[in-house]
């Protein structure tokens, strides 16, 4: 059964929801003309708030981050994303020497064999080119919602990033059901690992489907305790950032 089937639903509220997400977009794209980008993950959320942002803020740039351990079905969204709304999706990538040395010094598991080694990896494959892909900017657009686990229960429409950029995500207040009902009423394409039970899309190793009844985020780093949950992108990460950078060699930092 497709996620669609499983998920939409219409609930009260649903188009006011909606007219105020394309007014929040439409507001953020004036105020930050060209210093705005949408950090897409690919997930049902992002796809939703690209699909918005075509209708009704058609300016704001769109990027994601190729992480080199992402899903062959999340990598081909790419295209289909470009050829739909005829744009050009930024990718940002982690410095592949980096990466090389990371795995050679720690080996290809080394997310599962410890908290410190999984976050070191989210920095040098997330956390370091997330501040490449908004270093030139003011805001930048997510599809966090508050329903998506505890950590994000007092997610705001608007707030500031730990650089003091201005961080929207205008489906703060949706629900799971709001996410797949404007899929389905907008035939916006999503990743086919919806439908599998994924109902939050990471890097392949990190990432598993869902049983019934299991927490929306159970899928992501499951060997771990709940509130180590995060992979820094949505969390204070100077930390992060400043491990990616001595992995990263100084000419390519410049």
């Known amino acids: 059964m497709s996620a669609i089937a499983l998920f939409a639903r219409a609930t009260p509220g649903f188009d006011d929801r909606v007219a105020a997400a394309a007014a929040r977009l439409r507001q953020a794209a004036r ?28 300016g704001v740039a769109i ?39 990371f795995v050679r010094t720690n080996g290809a598991d080394a997310m599962y ?32 919602r508050r329903e998506q686990s505890a950590m994000r229960g007092e997610v705001e429409f608007a707030e500031r990033d730990d650089a003091g950029r201005t961080k929207l995500n205008p489906l703060a ?18 990743n086919p690992l919806h439908d599998r039970f994924f109902p939050s899309v ?11 009844g299991e927490d929306f985020r159970a899928g992501r780093w499951w060997w771990e305790i709940d509130a180590a949950k995060e992979c820094g992108l949505h969390v204070a990460h100077e930390d992060l950032i400043a491990f990616a950078n001595r992995n990263v060699p100084s000419e390519a930092n410049a």
Not at 202 to 212: D, H, S
């Open 31 to 58: 105020q930050h003309a060209g210093r705005i980008v949408q950090a897409t993950s690919l997930g049902a959320e992002d796809m939703v708030v690209t699909d918005l942002l075509s209708r009704h803020a058609p």
């Open 63 to 101: 990027a994601t981050l190729q992480t080199g351990m992402l899903h062959a079905e999340t990598l081909a969204l790419i295209d289909t994303l470009e050829a739909r709304y005829g744009v050009r999706v930024e990718r940002y990538e982690p410095v592949a020497e980096a990466a090389i040395r």
């Open 113 to 144: 064999r410890s908290l410190d080694l999984r976050k070191a990896c989210c920095g040098i494959r997330k956390i370091q080119p997330l501040a490449r892909m908004l270093a030139a900017r003011s805001a930048w657009v997510t599809g966090l």
């Open 173 to 190: 207040d949706w629900s799971w059901s709001d996410v797949w009902h404007y899929i389905e009423c907008n035939a916006v394409a999503y």
């Open 202 to 212: 990471g890097c392949a190793p990190c990432t598993r489907a869902v049983a019934v």
